[in-house]
């Protein structure tokens, strides 16, 4: 069928245009999940048989003549962690494995209001915590690319379900790269908002009552122009901020990779990449400056990039261990302290350091806020930071206890979580970035490279994505999977 791997943007207007049905195309997705999921397991909580019904409605109202929804009769998967009414919300977490959620989330209403519908939820590691996913409830997603190696976390089976050619749009969240590094490994594309830009009321488990510092949702897709028609969908203040303020994100004034100054950060020694992943990020920008655009292989903010990563690493792991129950924190920190001061990963350094007060909160939130100053200043004279997401491509499944494990970088073994560096430099200062494909490294897995933005410029960042696959390619199907 030609539509497997049509954009969102495409399908809606096939639908439009009456060239096919979304009956037809609910259940050509359905048959592609049932032919390729059981080795990728992606969509681990299906709802056919309500798309189906909903495909019916679509199809009755492009039969009247409607016009007027941007998504109507366009099936999409979306990440586990938001509710869907009618199906369970667990974030892999076998207490939670009955919690039903009531009603739909924020981004869940916007996607239906737009007349899109869903065949089900995907796949996510325990707590949203990782950068795979596997869970004890549904088990492991595994990278299209190659099984052997992870697709990314925490909106792992969001980015497989793109890839593999299960539906045309999804959304996930990301704290620490959870939309950005499946992006990256499984070859498409992921923007992660400014913080609060978009709505993550109902993206939470029982007891989650506030939007949680740092964390984002958002969008991913097969194509930049996706992204900007969703971000279009579902930007907007919450509930309670509904009642005083309106978003207005401005539009970017580039028009050509030309028009954009780009300042190029492709390694650092916090978190040096993988010969591979910096070189595609040189090539990058090495070919920008042949097509004019300004660029600077030295400009920076203003800061150190570890005082960077020890405020996020301190508010993270604050923030994830505020919803760990008391005693199962005390296990952690013990089990942390048990190891050789050399064997320690900066997972465990800062869960030690890390204090339950609010006056140390308080002082990583006037340090991050320094951080913002600095970025805004830097963000004068630059549109765009091109960097790496990750330090390699996707590694291989690694199920050990995560305060043990390390990654291979070019044949060093490296701390496993240092492998945040390049998602937290962005996170802790609220920033927007897009991660864009950018073909395959030599071992055939895809390379994704972030465009970081100043706060609210998230459509300059979606624009350049587009733009650069205009001029060096985007999407592209892993093999296998193009029928």
Same mark, same amino acid.
């Given at each position: 069928?030609?539509? #497997?791997?049509?954009?969102?943007?495409?399908?809606?207007?096939?639908?439009?245009?009456?060239?096919?049905?979304?009956?037809?195309?609910?259940?050509?997705?359905?048959?592609?999940?049932?032919?390729?999921?059981?080795?990728?397991?992606?969509?681990?909580?299906?709802d056919f048989e309500r798309a189906l019904e909903a495909a019916d409605r679509a199809d009755a109202a492009l039969a009247r003549g409607e016009r007027d929804r941007p998504l109507l009769g366009v099936p999409m998967t979306i990440k586990e962690a938001y509710?869907?009414?009618?199906?369970? #919300?667990?974030?892999?977490?076998?207490?939670?494995?009955?919690?039903? $959620?009531?009603?739909?989330?924020?981004?869940?209403?916007?996607?239906?209001?737009?007349?899109?519908?869903?065949?089900?939820?995907?796949?996510?590691?325990?707590?949203?915590?990782?950068?795979?996913?596997?869970?004890?409830?549904?088990?492991?997603?595994?990278?299209?690319?190659?099984?052997? %190696?992870?697709?990314?976390?925490?909106?792992?089976?969001?980015?497989?379900?793109?890839?593999?050619?299960?539906?045309?749009?999804?959304?996930?969240?990301?704290?620490?790269?959870?939309?950005?590094?499946?992006?990256?490994?499984?070859?498409?594309?992921?923007?992660?908002?400014?913080?609060?830009?978009?709505?993550?009321?109902?993206?939470?488990?029982?007891?989650?009552?506030?939007?949680?510092?740092?964390?984002?949702?958002?969008?991913?897709?097969?194509?930049?122009?996706?992204?900007?028609?969703?971000?279009?969908?579902?930007?907007?203040?919450?509930?309670?901020?509904?009642?005083?303020?309106?978003?207005?994100?401005?539009?970017?004034?580039?028009?050509?990779?030309?028009?954009?100054?780009?300042?190029?950060?492709?390694?650092?020694?916090?978190?040096?990449?993988?010969?591979?992943?910096?070189?595609?990020?040189?090539?990058? $920008?090495? %070919?920008?400056?042949?097509?004019?655009? #300004?660029?600077?292989? #030295?400009?920076?903010?203003?800061?150190?990039?570890?005082?960077?990563?020890?405020?996020?690493?301190?508010?993270?792991?604050?923030?994830?261990?505020?919803?760990?129950?008391?005693?199962?924190?005390?296990?952690?920190?013990?089990?942390?302290?048990?190891?050789?001061?050399?064997?320690?990963?900066?997972?465990?350094?800062?869960?030690?350091?890390?204090?339950?007060?609010?006056?140390?909160?308080a002082r990583n939130d006037h340090a991050r806020g320094r951080l913002r100053k600095q970025w805004a200043a830097f963000f004068e004279d630059w549109d765009l930071v091109l960097c790496p997401q990750m330090p390699t491509t996707a590694f291989p499944h690694d199920h050990s206890p995560l305060v043990t494990r390390t990654l291979q970088v070019d044949g060093d073994a490296r701390s496993y979580l240092r492998q945040l560096f390049w998602a937290g430099l962005v996170t802790v200062a609220?920033?927007?970035?897009?991660?864009?494909?950018?073909?395959?490294?030599?071992?055939?897995?895809?390379?994704?490279?972030?465009?970081?933005?100043?706060?609210? $410029?998230?459509?300059?960042?979606?624009?350049?994505?587009?733009?650069?696959?205009?001029?060096?390619?985007?999407?592209?199907?892993?093999?296998?999977?193009?029928?």
């Amino acid at each position: 069928m030609p539509f #497997t791997f049509d954009t969102a943007t495409t399908l809606a207007r096939r639908l439009r245009d009456g060239e096919v049905g979304s009956r037809e195309l609910t259940e050509h997705f359905i048959r592609r999940i049932e032919k390729h999921d059981d080795l990728l397991n992606a969509v681990v909580v299906r709802d056919f048989e309500r798309a189906l019904e909903a495909a019916d409605r679509a199809d009755a109202a492009l039969a009247r003549g409607e016009r007027d929804r941007p998504l109507l009769g366009v099936p999409m998967t979306i990440k586990e962690a938001y509710d869907v009414e009618g199906l369970a #919300t667990t974030w892999g977490i076998e207490v939670f494995a009955k919690n039903v $959620a009531a009603s739909d989330a924020a981004v869940v209403q916007r996607f239906k209001e737009a007349g899109a519908h869903f065949l089900g939820k995907t796949n996510v590691p325990v707590e949203l915590g990782d950068f795979q996913s596997y869970n004890p409830i549904y088990g492991t997603t595994r990278n299209p690319w190659n099984p052997e %190696r992870t697709p990314g976390g925490s909106s792992g089976g969001s980015a497989v379900s793109l890839a593999a050619g299960f539906c045309a749009l999804e959304s996930g969240s990301d704290i620490g790269g959870s939309i950005r590094n499946p992006a990256h490994y499984c070859g498409v594309y992921g923007h992660k908002p400014t913080w609060r830009v978009v709505s993550d009321e109902g993206h939470s488990l029982p007891g989650m009552d506030s939007a949680p510092d740092l964390a984002v949702v958002g969008p991913m897709a097969r194509s930049a122009r996706d992204l900007e028609l969703a971000m279009d969908l579902i930007a907007g203040p919450d509930s309670f901020r509904a009642r005083g303020w309106k978003l207005d994100l401005a539009r970017p004034e580039q028009r050509s990779l030309s028009d954009f100054r780009v300042a190029v950060w492709p390694s650092d020694p916090m978190c040096p990449p993988s010969a591979a992943v910096a070189d595609r990020v040189q090539a990058i $920008a090495d %070919r920008l400056a042949r097509l004019g655009a #300004t660029v600077s292989d #030295t400009a920076r903010p203003g800061f150190e990039p570890a005082e960077s990563h020890r405020v996020y690493t301190s508010m993270l792991h604050g923030q994830l261990s505020a919803g760990v129950p008391d005693a199962a924190f005390e296990k952690m920190a013990e089990g942390v302290g048990a190891l050789p001061d050399d064997e320690v990963s900066d997972a465990g350094a800062a869960l030690r350091a890390t204090t339950q007060t609010h006056r140390t909160w308080a002082r990583n939130d006037h340090a991050r806020g320094r951080l913002r100053k600095q970025w805004a200043a830097f963000f004068e004279d630059w549109d765009l930071v091109l960097c790496p997401q990750m330090p390699t491509t996707a590694f291989p499944h690694d199920h050990s206890p995560l305060v043990t494990r390390t990654l291979q970088v070019d044949g060093d073994a490296r701390s496993y979580l240092r492998q945040l560096f390049w998602a937290g430099l962005v996170t802790v200062a609220y920033l927007p970035s897009t991660v864009f494909p950018t073909g395959v490294a030599d071992d055939g897995l895809p390379i994704g490279v972030q465009a970081v933005g100043a706060e609210y $410029a998230d459509y300059t960042c979606i624009r350049f994505a587009e733009l650069i696959a205009e001029e060096f390619g985007g999407f592209i199907p892993p093999p296998g999977y193009e029928d």
